[in-house]
T-cell receptor
Framework: GAVVSQHPSWVICKSGTSVKIECRSL??????MFWYRQFPKQSLMLMAT?????????EQGVEKDKFLINHASLTLSTLTVTSAHPEDSSFYIC????????????FGPGTRLLVL | TQLLEQSPQFLSIQEGENLTVYCNSS?????LQWYRQEPGEGPVLLVT?????EVKKLKRLTFQFGDARKDSSLHITAAQPGDTGLYLC???????????FGTGTKLQVIP
């Protein structure tokens, strides 16, 4: 149980385009999902917390207009990187918890983004 | 800023050796998780510890939560090449909802 999927697994795009990444909880409902960014050989950096039916909470330094998050249902959250630039190239990972008080996070397989 | 330091940062050992990874903080955790991440994949949950002093075993992996719930360790016995990966500790500090991730320990087990 507690399987989280991400799509696409990797994407290459031109500078200036927008890219949407989907995160789905396959066998459970996720009230809360999280979006992380990870640079090579580094730990995970939380970008935002996504709550179903409400606005996402962004971490300090993360531009909410650049990284649009939509948590449309209890099983789907999307991250859209708008007007992507080469410095946005990274590994983006989502996670979900089983309940609002659950602290263990279950991670998706990640999405590798390369902006040319 | 609450920090979660892991040590060592990198570890390269021969197959069959034992090793310990440490996760330290100056703040108290509500709970603590250990994850393993392989290149190009998301982290996979290994264990969650909740009670101070708790010890959990997962085959050759032994996890310990400090009595004061500020630190944790992961001990691997007779490491195998399949143990290679990035080990991450993570947890919410007491009173906070947000989960903080450790700095990570990259383990390489050489056959």
């Amino acid at each position: 149980g507690a399987v989280v999927s991400q799509h696409p697994s990797w994407v290459i795009c031109k500078s200036g385009t927008s890219v949407k990444i989907e995160c789905r909880s396959l066998d459970f409902q996720a009230t809360t999902m999280f979006w992380y960014r990870q640079f090579p050989k580094q730990s995970l950096m939380l970008m935002a917390t996504s709550n179903e039916g409400s606005k996402a909470t962004y971490e300090q330094g993360v531009e909410k207009d650049k990284f649009l998050i939509n948590h449309a249902s209890l099983t789907l959250s999307t991250l859209t990187v708008t007007s992507a630039h080469p410095e946005d190239s990274s590994f983006y990972i989502c996670s979900a918890t089983l309940g609002s008080r659950e602290e263990t996070q279950y991670f998706g397989p990640g999405t590798r983004l390369l902006v040319l | 800023t609450q920090l979660l330091e892991q040590s060592p940062q990198f570890l390269s050992i021969q197959e069959g050796e034992n090793l310990t990874v440490y996760c330290n903080s100056s703040s108290v955790f509500s709970s603590l998780q250990w994850y393993r991440q392989e290149p190009g994949e998301g982290p996979v949950l290994l264990v969650t510890v909740v009670t101070g002093g708790e010890v959990k075993k997962l085959k050759r992996l032994t996890f310990q939560f400090g009595d004061a719930r500020k630190d944790s360790s992961l001990h691997i016995t007779a490491a195998q090449p399949g143990d290679t990966g990035l080990y991450l500790c993570a947890g919410p500090f007491a009173g906070y909802q947000k989960v903080t991730f450790g700095t990570g320990t990259k383990l390489q087990v050489i056959p």
